[in-house]
């Protein structure tokens, strides 16, 4: 009996260092942005906490969560490559990974502005883990969209 | 002599590889796999015999009626129920549940009046009774679990001591395998004067249940889980408490006579089945429940006890391994939550399905008690039933160790 290879195509290395090593852990004190996403059918939890700039770009990324590896490491993902980025920047960023989770095929220059995230793209041949991948990503759609009702 | 593969060669789908290897299905608390006669009643009604029932003369209708009414009492006697009036058909135990709270709660519970749960309950026991208690003003109040993963029973008096109406409680947990003293909680109840309902989804697949012998007032059961298939159930109830129901669901069916202006009921059980019922699947329940009757309920508990000794016996060389529920095999039933080290529910069963072995992780619909009460965001579960062998166990336990491995330091992770 053996893993089968299908296995490494979701639990690619650099996912499972994210997930060994979260980056980003840690909520911030006074955040301009924060949400809580929670995926009721698995219990999956992030928590992401954001600072902007005057131009809406954003500046320190902290994020605290529990969950499977995928909900994590995805969430880790996310945190380290949203700094610098504007807030319409990160929300092209989030619509680009969410066509991915839904099978849309990446231009190569999409796929080099992934850069690791793009190992997430094996999540989709595993249906079930697809909303695992997403947590913190709808999570970041939130914050968004809470800071722009203010 | 229990000849576990005599019975496997009546399940078609144990056959089956699943991603190259043979399947090992392990989530059986989920829902059980189907024996061939089963599988063979439903193509046999639908080939042969389709009608509506309970009404038309013709031969199909007559047919269908006749094998309709034959499950009903086949489910009665496996329960020993006094009659087959006292089954009524529904689709799964949640709904059999909901029809209690709507059919009796509803129609009995005032203000101030009390409900008794636990705190080991599947949601379908507990939802539809926070629903109960605001909507009649009545208090729902819980049996708390014990370190043990037993039901702790010091408070039961207190809790049964002032306008308790009616007792809602698992007979087998789904998460932990506890099996609960349903007899002396049902007499206690008696006492106090409160009704009873046990929530037998985990039970009555896996041991000999007696609704006489409990003496309970309702039973809530899936035919899916004890080789039927999925959409009918069976809830129970006593005579008494049938007295003291009112509709559920109205319209077609249900019914004695209808006039532009009003209608009245027909007697149970059809008065609780509105509308075409599901009766190729209430069939082929009573074909499951021809096949349990040959195995013998006794044999089927068993297996069961003798593979979970065997299961949590090979666990224990897992260092890692953490396993929630009674140490007392005689009250528990085969099923085995567990955690394993920092590797998160979702990736085991993920790995585990690599290797073929098929388990539950998550909360199990019992979010309270895992998160409250075993205070972990999930476990995985493997469960057993009557086809599960002991080379199916080391299966799973040699998945296990080729998890951890191959989540290596993942348990190095200290989330907060």
Same mark, same amino acid.
């Given at each position: ?32 942005? !924060? ?95 697809? !909303? ?19 | 002599?229990?000849? #576990? ?5 009546? *399940? ?30 439903? #193509? ?31 489910? =009665?006697? *496996? ?116 009704? #009873? ?76 089945? =509105? ?8 069939? =082929? ?46 009250? %528990? ?10 590797? +998160? ?14 388990? %539950?992780?998550?909360? +199990? ?52």
């Amino acid at each position: 009996m053996q893993m089968s290879e299908s296995l490494d195509d979701l639990y690619r290395d650099v996912i499972l260092d994210h997930y060994r090593r979260p980056r980003n852990q840690g909520l911030l004190p006074n955040p301009d942005l !924060k949400s809580e996403g929670f995926n009721p059918f698995c219990g999956d939890q992030v928590v992401l906490t954001m600072t902007l700039d005057g131009a809406e770009r954003i500046g320190e990324v902290g994020f605290e969560g529990e969950g499977c590896s995928i909900s994590q490491a995805s969430a880790s993902m996310l945190a380290a490559h949203l700094g610098g980025r504007t807030l319409d920047e990160a929300d092209a960023l989030v619509r680009v990974f969410k066509g991915v989770m839904q099978g849309e095929e990446l231009a190569p220059e999409q796929e080099e502005a992934l850069g690791e995230i793009a190992a997430l793209q094996g999540v989709r041949e595993f249906p079930i883990r697809v !909303k695992c991948a997403l947590l913190g990503w709808t999570t970041l759609q939130d914050a968004i969209a809470d800071y722009r009702k203010r | 002599m229990y000849d #576990v593969e005599r019975v496997r060669a009546d *399940f078609p789908i144990l056959s089956r590889e699943v991603n190259g290897v043979p399947l090992v299905y392990l989530d059986n608390a989920a829902t059980s796999q189907k024996p061939a006669p089963v599988i063979a009643a439903l #193509v046999d009604y639908y080939e042969r015999h389709n009608a509506n029932v309970h009404r038309g003369a013709h031969a199909l209708a007559v047919e269908a009626t006749t094998a309709y009414e034959e499950a009903r009492a086949k489910v =009665a006697a *496996f329960i020993n129920a006094p009659s087959p009036e006292n089954v009524i058909f529904v689709r799964n135990t949640t709904e059999a549940i909901n029809l209690v709270a709507g059919a009796w709660a509803a129609e009995r519970l005032r203000p101030g009046d009390r409900i008794v749960s636990t705190e080991i309950e599947h949601h379908s026991n507990l939802v539809p009774w926070q629903h109960a208690a605001r909507t009649s003003g009545a208090e729902l109040r819980l049996l708390a679990m014990a370190d043990d993963y037993t039901l702790d029973l010091s408070d039961l008096d207190a809790l049964l001591s002032a306008n308790a109406r009616l007792v809602a409680l698992t007979h087998s947990s789904n998460v932990l395998g506890t099996i609960t003293p349903v007899k002396a909680i049902t007499d206690a109840a008696r006492r106090a004067g409160a009704r #009873v309902l046990v929530d037998g989804a985990q039970s009555v697949p896996h041991l000999p249940v007696d609704v006489q012998d409990i003496g309970c007032d309702f039973l809530a059961f899936s035919g899916h889980k004890m080789l039927g298939p999925m959409g009918v159930g069976a809830l129970y109830v006593s005579p008494d408490a049938m007295e003291e129901m009112g509709p559920f669901l109205r319209g077609g069916e249900m019914v004695l006579e209808v006039t532009y202006a009003d209608a009245s009921w027909a007697p149970p059980p059809m008065k609780f089945e =509105a509308g075409t019922p599901n009766v190729a699947d209430a069939i =082929a329940l009573g074909a499951a429940v021809d096949y349990l009757g040959a195995l013998g309920m006794a044999n089927v508990r068993e297996h069961e006890i003798a593979l979970t000794a065997y299961a949590l016996e090979r666990f224990r060389e897992l260092e890692e391994a953490e396993t929630y529920g009674p140490a007392d095999l005689s009250i %528990r039933g085969g099923v085995v939550s567990f955690s394993l080290g920092g590797v +998160h529910p979702h990736d085991i069963s993920q790995a585990l399905d690599s290797c073929g072995v098929a388990i %539950r992780a998550g909360h +199990h619909c019992a979010m309270p008690l895992v998160r409250s009460r075993l205070n972990v965001p999930a476990t995985a579960r493997a469960s057993f039933y009557l086809y599960n062998t002991e080379a199916e166990v080391d299966a799973l336990v040699s998945a296990l160790k080729r998890t951890l491995e191959y989540f290596g330091d993942a348990d190095v992770r200290k989330p907060r």
